[in-house]
């Protein structure tokens, strides 16, 4: 999630990038077990993480429409108002994909058409009029992503260090420089004014290279690998007052996932992994479990937040249950709508279908990639099982405008005044609007 400076929070690590292995049949008399997904498969040089859909090519859209729910409208709004932040156009022009002024009015659009919408059949007409849709090439070209889920935890701590509460979050340190423009961490000055990467996570652990700056005091080392991999945290205070803090930045090392790590030692099967799973490990044997958390190299700084904007995601506004992903945001447009469709736990544990629009409105450490995405699954202990849980590939869809509609979708001039009303779209498509042919159009 979001720091001080609105950089980006980190995503659920323990479901990062597990492999799901399946079998292809090869001739009559023996299988071949085809190569594990790679989800972190990088773009080529030139490739696009988006392409056009023809309209036949298109998903369903009403089924997402029959499922929506007001969160949706809250989500948008705060895209709306992140667009409307002049910091918002260094993010665009978006390679092959979309002008800041598509984007921004995308949201605008699609924000009035599904709260004026009478019915499934006239949401669905608008959206064919005037959007396109582009389909991820996912990590295979073929649009799969795996799609796992983070959280913000709940956890008893201090402000102070005590017998009990003895594993700190430590605040940004001074000396961490990062992109201004995306907040990706670049290493940290030397004394020499030179640019030196830093040390693993267990040497600085070791060294206590941070004593001082501590911000937060937690009950265990998985408490705080917990904080830093989900990017926030609610603090219960011994008074039982409430601390809420979220990222601040992050150091330039390697990210590898405490749930693939346990994996390939053996401990848990990949079928049962979860993060109840890891901490019935923990609780059982703290020190294995420790030599597995210092295989994630990267470390995680925190800073307070008030709790009117807690948990905010990389665009610097607060995150929405079940309405907010989180994406790779050198390869996908930020801010925008997504529509998700992948399969998801219920409390019970039972998959079932999750068809629905969302904004993408975080990114993560573990997120790094096209084949990669994050779902937001809430606060607290419910959220937790969701969210650890969530393990599916599944695909994904981007909703933008029609050039020829942006410009009838402005931002609204200030804080809760409206946009200019569009044009009325027509009960059904009208021909001859189709956009013309693109050459950098990656279908082609």
Known sequence: ????????????????????????????????????????????????????????????LGAPWRVRDPFLNTAAERSIDWFSKQSSKTKFPFMQVCTWEQAAASVVAFHQVIKESADEASFVAAIKQQFDVWQTVGWNGEGTVLFTGYYSPEFKGSLKQTSEFKCPLYKRPADLVTDPSNGEPKGRTAKDGSLQPWPARKELEETHAFKGTELIWLQSPLDVYIAQVNGSAKIILPNGQTQFVGYAGKTDRPYYGLGRACVEAGLIPKDKLSLSAIVTLYQKDPAKIQELIWKNESYVFFTTYEGDNWPSGSLGFKVTEKETLATDKKVYPQGGVVLVDTQAIDFGGTK?????????????????????????????????????????????????????????????????????????????????????????????
């Not at 077990?33 to 972190?40: C, I, K, R, S």
């Not at 096209?370 to 590939?393: F, K, S």
């Not at 009960?427 to 990656?442: E, F, H, R, T, V």
């Open 352 to 444: 079932q279908r999750f068809m629905k629009f969302m904004l993408d409105q975080d990114t993560g450490g573990a997120i790094q990639a096209p084949g990669r995405a994050d779902i937001y699954m809430g606060v607290g202990p419910a959220a937790e099982i969701l969210a650890g849980g969530q393990l599916a590939e599944g695909t994904m869809y981007y909703l933008f405008l029609k050039p020829e509609f942006a410009s009838q979708y402005p931002l609204p001039t200030k804080k809760g005044s409206k946009a200019a009303a569009p044009a009325k779209a027509p009960a059904k498509p009208q021909k001859g609007l189709a956009p013309k042919p693109d050459p950098n159009d990656m279908n082609k």
């Open 1 to 60: 999630m979001q720091g001080c400076c609105h950089t980006p929070r980190w995503g659920l690590a323990f479901l990062g990038s597990l492999a799901i292995l399946s079998l292809l049949a090869g001739c009559k008399t023996e299988e071949i077990a085809a190569p594990a997904p790679d989800y972190t498969r990088q773009l080529g040089p030139g490739e696009c993480a988006l392409r056009k859909l023809n309209p036949d090519e298109w998903p369903d």
